[in-house]
């Protein structure tokens, strides 16, 4: 069974850092493309950022780009958001979710992890 | 940035009812359109993809159709788990993904 479980969300003040993981089971992690993918409280879903199954590629949307840095550990089945210069806007959920396909980027997700609350507030 | 529009906003419908709902997208995607659906508390969960196709474990009541700039997402029979928020995603124009603002299907 696929379970993706992320971790490191709390509350951080506008300008700081904060890093997200996400721990993958069930599926060989290192054949997948993973991403991010956020939801503001009450809002709709908003793509963040991929990486490549060989983090060859990674991708970001144009709201944190060059703020947020996107990794994983192969060895260890792990994701990572790295999210500097916070902004009030970036308080939302966010989850870790899987590409549908194998050893290319899909862009779509079939499974998703249930989520880390991040709230940016002083 | 493609933009897709979801209507109606809020669908009010009775179990075993039908319902149609919209996602347009503001420049062809041709048919790299995905449908999820989220229930409050839970993560998105992926039930169409490419316009039509249904993922793994998808009920037959669950359709969609459409190709370009206009798809619909049609449940045939309402069944009470049905009620939830249905998001249209593009995958077309990647890597800038997006999403449309979401359907909300609720109990008449």
């Known amino acids: 069974e696929v379970q993706l479980v992320e971790s490191g969300g709390g509350l951080v003040q506008p300008g700081r850092s904060l890093r997200l993981s996400c721990a993958a089971s069930?599926?060989?992690?290192?054949?997948?493309?993973m991403h991010w993918v956020r939801q503001a409280p009450g809002k709709g879903l908003e793509w963040v950022s991929a990486?490549?199954?060989?983090?060859?590629?990674?991708d970001y949307a144009d709201s944190v780009k060059g703020r947020f840095t996107i990794s994983r550990d192969n060895a260890k089945n792990s994701l990572s958001l790295q999210m500097n210069s916070v902004r009030a806007e970036d308080t939302a959920l966010y989850y870790c979710?899987?590409?549908?396909?194998?050893?290319?980027?899909?862009?779509?997700?079939?499974?998703w992890g249930q989520g880390a609350l991040i709230t940016v507030s002083s | 940035e493609i933009v897709l529009t979801q209507s109606p906003a809020t669908l009010s419908l009775s179990p075993g009812e039908r319902a149609t709902l919209s996602c347009r997208a503001s420049?062809?995607?041709?048919?790299?359109l995905v449908w999820y659906q989220q229930k409050p508390g839970q993560a998105p969960r992926l039930l169409i993809y490419?316009?039509?196709n249904r993922a793994t474990g998808i009920p037959t009541r669950f359709s969609g159709s459409g190709s370009g700039t206009d798809f619909t997402l049609t449940i045939s029979s309402l069944e009470p788990e049905d009620f939830a928020v249905y998001y249209c995603?593009?995958?077309?124009?990647?890597?800038?993904?997006?999403f449309g603002g979401g359907t909300k299907v609720e109990i008449k």
């Open positions: 995603q593009q995958r077309s124009n990647w890597p800038a993904l997006t």
């Open positions: 420049q062809s995607v041709s048919s790299y």
């Open positions: 490419d316009a039509f």
């Open positions: 069930g599926f060989r992690f290192d054949d997948y493309a």
């Open positions: 990486i490549s199954w060989n983090s060859d590629r990674v």
């Open positions: 979710a899987k590409d549908y396909s194998s050893l290319y980027s899909s862009y779509f997700f079939d499974h």
